[in-house]
């Protein structure tokens, strides 16, 4: 099964996120509410894919990114933005991201980007 690592500052999307993916066959092996945490978190859980969202405190998902890409263990990297953040997303996407979704998000777009990763 796919592992999905979601990183969020907000518990309820996480919480929302978690609830669909498994709906839909992937495992969710962690959440993170920062970049900092989700940096530990993935070099622990080795997941195939991390939803990471841009806005975020201590470290946001730009900078993640780009630490991600330094990382030996390289899982695939949806972005979440909410709208009007397209500049944002085109940075993350030059740093690696492999996709991203838009919030306020309709479950299958999520389900539609996730799944072109699936193991």
């Known amino acids: ?4 690592l979601i990183v969020d500052d907000a518990a309820f999307i996480r919480a929302q996120l978690k ?14 509410e920062n970049g900092k945490v989700a940096l530990e978190k993935i070099r622990e859980l080795k997941p195939d894919i991390v939803t ?4 975020m405190p201590e470290m946001d998902g730009i900078q993640c990114m780009a630490e991600i890409k330094k990382m030996e263990h390289k899982p695939a990297v949806i972005m979440v933005s909410a709208m009007g953040q397209e500049s944002h997303v085109r940075e993350a996407i030059m740093h690696g991201a492999k996709g991203f979704i838009v919030k306020p998000y309709k479950a299958e777009a999520v389900i539609s980007q996730l799944s072109k990763f699936r193991k």
């Open 1 to 4: 099964m796919t592992t999905v």
């Open 52 to 55: 990471l969202d841009i806005t």
């Open 19 to 32: 609830q669909l993916l498994m709906a839909n066959d992937f495992e969710v092996v962690g959440e993170a």
